[in-house]
């Protein structure tokens, strides 16, 4: 019968499919326990409940243990997502462990869908997320997650506390002022805006906080910059040329401001009718996946034209929740895993090579 120490041999040696390293190096076998009749139960620790290679590993899994002779092997998984190196302190939302933009560099690409999908895909995958509307001239959160004409409240007079929806807590400017009301601000207002927004709100432990950007390359993405420690900025774009062109734009903003960015996504990528199940390519299509590779860039996914996905921001009902058996919604939770796992990659690579953490080793049972 195999000890616990050889098992233990064998996994630690075993590749993350994202980064490469060992699971040793990157502290993911948390234990080893030995079950009567020759078995054996593992539980892997992932950096994330979003990732999407939990089959991969365990089919590694049990691929490596199999010249062992067990009579069975039990895969569990857990998640600890990582804290991005450098966040806290001073930072402006201390509480959260990860902080990501979704930006675009123009308007009208689909931006704030895929940030409210995103938002919601990763609580449905067992991920804490806060999700704020950083669009001061334009706010579309509360309507797009059913909380338009809804009030946030505050317990001490001095914090505010989000409204949550779909497993999501969600702030906006437009939760506190007339739907009706242009908001007619110079640099400095919308400056103080957005940091009340992030550091008055009691957002709580959060794993993932995603800001809904507004379009372009201005003083809102300046004062994040300077006043939050970002994981990395999602692109948003269409496949047209003139959307990729202002997507670039926006690639090379994040790069001047030392924003990582973790990819582009290509929304209204081709329209497949429901009765004939013809594509049609509206807005041409692998436009954002030509960038992202001359820009050397990840490519996050693409997600067609629906008409669910337009009606579901209109109603409140976020497509992902509403109608998840869509190849749109399918779509959108592969790009919020990506997202995440992206995100891992860049916090796992803190660790250091050669770290040998604990593994608790069971007894049989």
């Not at 509480?95 to 009208?108: E, M, T």
């Amino acid at each position: 019968m195999p000890s616990s120490d050889a098992i233990l041999a064998a996994l630690q040696g075993v590749k993350d499919p994202s980064t490469g390293r060992t699971l040793g190096e990157l502290g993911m076998v948390k234990n080893v326990d030995m079950l009567e009749g020759n078995g054996v139960r593992v539980r892997l620790e992932l950096p994330t409940p979003a990732s999407p290679h939990k089959a991969r590993l365990e089919e590694a899994v049990r691929a490596v243990l199999s010249p062992q002779q067990l009579s069975r092997v039990e895969v569990a998984f857990t998640a600890d997502v990582r804290r991005a190196p450098g966040r806290g302190g001073a930072d402006l939302v201390p509480s959260v462990r990860n902080v990501i933009l979704v930006g675009s560099g123009k308007g009208g690409v689909g931006k704030s869908t895929v940030s409210v999908n995103l938002a919601v895909a990763l609580a449905q995958l067992g991920c804490r997320v806060g999700l704020l509307d950083a669009d001061i001239y334009g706010p579309s959160i509360p309507l797009m997650m059913g909380l338009f004409g809804a009030r946030p409240s505050s317990s001490d007079g001095k914090s505010v506390e989000p409204l949550g929806a779909y497993g999501v807590k969600v702030i906006s400017i437009g939760f506190f002022v007339d739907p009706d009301q242009a908001m007619i601000w110079r640099g400095p207002m919308l400056h103080g805006a957005l940091v009340q927004l992030l550091r008055d709100v009691s957002w709580g432990e959060l794993d993932y906080l995603i800001l809904d950007l507004p379009p372009g390359t201005g003083d809102v993405q300046l004062t994040i910059a300077q006043q939050v420690s970002v994981s990395g900025a999602v692109v948003v774009t269409t496949p047209q040329d003139v959307a990729l062109s202002d997507a670039i734009k926006a690639k090379t903003m994040f790069d001047k401001v030392s924003i990582p960015v973790l990819g582009f996504v290509e929304n209204m990528s081709g329209f497949i009718c429901p009765h004939c199940r013809a594509e049609t390519d509206i807005f041409s299509k692998g436009g954002a996946e030509a960038a992202a590779r001359k820009l050397a860039v990840p490519f996050l996914g693409r997600v067609p034209i629906n008409l669910a996905v337009r009606t579901g921001g209109d109603e409140g009902r976020p497509v992902v929740a509403d109608h998840p058996e869509l190849p749109e919604s399918q779509a959108l939770v592969r790009i919020a895993q990506n997202v995440a796992d992206r995100v891992a990659i860049a916090n796992l690579q803190a660790v250091p090579r050669g770290h040998k953490p604990l593994v608790q080793l069971g007894k049989r049972n």
